[in-house]
């Protein structure tokens, strides 16, 4: 996946390699269909803005999503693509 | 899957619950929906009341939750259905919320909006909307969210989401349930109205459904739903279940299908994504759009009270001493709490014994009496002895559950969990198995992957229930020294739990080999649980319990009464001078009568099954007795007690803390004896409820008799270990 959901040429990054409290938008998650459609479906879907609550570098992680918190194990957070925002734009 | 008829009809016992509808009220059956967490529950408490009603666990299993409410002339059933944040085939909670709406044809929808959540909220709701049902939203905790710095024109949300009622509430102050119910009946007594509320895909999509809904509009009466776009869009979704939906209900299926199929094929090479991916987003694009007209944020809180709760609450070195603490407190609150209740309650089911024992006279033989004394009131009063403490460990697990806690936990062991190929949501069904594994298992529905969910439901039953408790408390009680008994019974509880995660380790390297499922869950928001939420959700679980009692425990009672009664020994049987000398022997200088039962208990059909099943329980240290009250443990573990009162020809008192009982298995067997049974009981047969339930869920036969057959095995070999090394080291004499 290289494509850029935003208008900005910026490569995305795995979600995991964000630290605590880092904001960045979702470009897309690598996985099948099920995965992806699920991850929408609990609010993490293409072009939301999120932030890092948790990352404890090993375990699971925790994003914010508007006001919802989602748990994502490490493989999972490895598979969520973002563009990094700088601070306070999210 | 769960047959919504059975759902929907008000049970046999509703507390306080009008009895009947009255011949003029219109029945009206309330489907009420929401995402997991939106506050769904408190609503439905709101609505109902204590007038609720949850699936009977043995036998049938219906999960669902309905209650009735009298509004403005409508009975209402109102059905609670899982938590859901979609209506895809994904997973089991998402399937049956979709088929109860689908094919109950509730008469309205109630979905729940958490209004500080709107679009994700919305992203379920707007798929009604699709479905086209008769549909009222809620906005949930608009006060929450009013506090966050959210304004809402509802007006003009409504009228974008086509006139959909829109009521605002606050659930767990009963704010808004009055008008919730309004809109209901509005609804409910209301023409179907013609919304069509058509979303558009974007003209590539949108063509590809209007072709595939005009190849089903033939067979549109047919089909389940009858909505032909709703089933084009859901086919292009690849939508498994609806495809077998399309292939039962159309005459020309196959064409359907492959023009399906040949859609799907074509949109991703246009749109170069999936279909259903690009389905989502647009969803979520209709749904901002007209949030964005409709709501505005006027601050942004960045840490909310839940975040800096959880600063502490999930911290990578405080995390797991406070949930492990908070486990220790809510086992010694159900041990140590319990006691004084539970002393009275004995007392009270020993006056009854003792009350309708006199009305014969001392010492008679009366089969009536046997019956009543024996059979009915030390079975279930041998049970129901254990409510408060039953109570007590279910009053924990809703607070720890209406808190929010519950996710944290799992947040925080899913570390370990994945050393065992397990992650951290498969921990919630374990902790609810300390109370019934019944419940447990149903609980693994939030597993999407079915490896993970089989594993998890394969050791469910180590977890060790409340129904176990009873066995132990008896047997240490007997058996042990005082400062013995908390220590060792804390044991069983940890060797239960540690053996569930061998097995689970085994199983996810065997039977279940395969890579772990990503893991996805949410952490809701932390809340203090309303007292009559906790009190409501307590008494549900506890119901289940005191009902299981009144029938299944009943009824084992008194057939195992009957097993132990009949055939009863002529009074010239040879057999029973030795018999009844070696019981007197046995019981000490026991009164003549209780020889003589003893004998007559040898002769009946529960003690010769008993004897003979010793050769093979006999290396485990079980004898007869054992092996006959082991016959009712697997009706329900909690008949064990009650049936060692019998076989241990005990007349008056059995109660698992009674004297005579705690003498009498004093005087029979040693403690690692004991400790055999309660390790036998702790790993094998789960019980008759647990087989239904494993049943229901899994689908098939075969994984119950596989786990039956493992479990039981296992547990022989472990009670085999325990008892042959104990006796070897000299333990198997008293203490």
Redesign the interface.
Known sequence: MTYDGTDRPVAPVALDTLPDGAHARLVTVSGGPGLRSRLAAMGLRTGVAIRVVHNGGRGPFVVAAGEARIVLGRGMARKVLVVPNGSGEA | MVQPSDAAKPGTFEAGAPRAPAQTLRRVTVALAGNPNSGKTTIFNALTGSRQHVGNYPGVTVEKKAGVRVHRGLWLDIVDLPGT??L?A??TDELVAREFVIDAHPDVVVDVL?A??L??SL??GVQFMELDVPLVLVLNMSDIAAA?GFVFDLEHLSALLGNVPLVPAVGNRGEGIEAILDATVAVAEAARPERHVAISYGPEIDREIEHLASLLEPDAQRLAPRRPRWVALKLL??DRRIRERVRAACTRADDVLVSADAAIARLRTILGD?P??VI??RR?GFISGACQETVRSTVELRH?R??QI?AVL?H?VLGLPIFLGLVYLMFWATFRLGEYPMAAIDALFLWLGQAVGGLWPAGSDSLLRSLLVDGLIHGVGGVLVFLPNILILFLAISVLEDSGYM?RA??IV??WM?KIGL??KSFIPMILGFGCTVPAILATRVL?SRRDRLTTMFILPLMSCSARFPIYVMFTGALFPERWRTPVVWTMYVVGAVAAIAMAKVLRSTLFRGE?E??????P?YRTPTVRGTLIHMWQRGWMYVRKAGTVILAVSVVMWALTAFPRPAESDAGVPDAARAAASVGGAGPPAAGRRAAALEHSVAGRVGKALEPVTRPLGFDWRINTALMGAFAAKEVFVAQMGIVLSLGEGVGAESDSLHAALQRNYSPLQALAVMVFCLLGFPCMATVAVMWRESGSWGWVVLQWVILTVMAYVATLAVYQVGSALGLGGAM
Do not use: C, K, Q, W
């Open positions: 944040y979609s895809t994904y997973s958490d500080s959540n679009e994700r992203y379920l966050r979704e690849g999936d259903e991916i989502a987003d979520y909310t839940s975040d959880d999930t990578p996710a799992a947040f899913d570390r994945h992650h951290g999407e772990t990503p893991f996805v869950m949410e952490l928001p």
